[in-house]
């Protein structure tokens, strides 16, 4: 009895993992676009960017700190 009961839970356990194969991911799993830090070329996430608009390029900045210390440096 306890041999069948192993069985039927390897087989549920097997079946659940089979089946979350191929679902769409969950909301906030999606690839979020890489930017590039002008200032030390670290890449990370767009959202958490710091724009700067300048001569028609747009540049991306990880924090205040870097696009001071750029804009000092580029002046």
Do not use: C, H
Request: glycine share 8%.
């Amino acid at each position: 009895m306890s041999r069948l009961l192993i069985i039927a839970i390897l087989f549920a356990l097997i079946f659940w993992v089979v089946r979350g194969y191929g679902r769409p991911l969950r909301a906030g799993n999606e690839a979020q676009e890489l930017v590039r830090d002008a200032l030390t070329g670290i890449y990370f996430p767009k959202s958490e960017a710091i724009s700067l608009s300048r001569g028609g390029e747009t540049l991306y900045f990880l924090n205040l700190e870097n696009r001071d210390r750029f804009l000092a440096a580029n002046r």
